[in-house]
């Protein structure tokens, strides 16, 4: 998603939602799976972090 926004100005919700339906509607199904199959070890991560959902990493 990043890079299908990269450059791009978006002037109103609607050109934003027009934008988010083209991108989700060339994605293979595949896209989707991954994402739903990797929610459970996301959600343990949660519950382990005492709710804390973002975590910072430094690379130095």
Request: proline share 2%.
């Amino acid at each position: 998603m990043a890079n299908a926004l990269r450059g791009v100005k978006l002037d109103s919700n609607e050109a934003y939602e027009k934008l988010l339906s083209g991108f989700l509607a060339n994605k293979e199904g595949g896209f989707y799976e991954g994402g739903i199959m990797k929610l459970p070890s996301r959600w343990k991560q949660i519950v382990e972090q005492n709710g804390a959902y973002l975590k910072f990493i430094i690379l130095l």
